[in-house]
């Protein structure tokens, strides 16, 4: 007794036939300085850490001082509100 596969052929289809199309966009708009789909991919990559680090960096180097914002009040005006609000506290 003798066992018989029917085999069938099997298409390949391979990623470098129909790019994602962020990466050919990137390849098409590049000014021929990237060439193929991997260089496109390592781009990506970069530019995604790039943007990562760069938020990073505005958000934890923000000016924290909170006594620093202008409230178009002048020093006087200032001096007012505060003895008015010591006088509430009495």
């Known amino acids: 007794m003798s066992v018989e596969f029917n085999e069938l052929q099997r298409q390949s289809y391979s990623n470098f036939d129909n790019p994602p199309k962020m990466v050919s966009w990137v390849i098409e708009h590049s000014g021929g300085l990237i060439k193929d789909q991997k260089q496109a991919q390592y781009f990506l990559l970069g530019f995604a850490v790039f943007c990562c680090l760069l938020s990073g960096i505005i958000f934890f180097t923000g000016d924290n001082d ?6 178009g009040l002048t020093e006087n005006q200032r001096e007012m509100i505060l003895l008015e609000e010591l006088e509430m506290q009495r």
């Open 66 to 71: 909170k006594d620093n914002f202008d409230d």
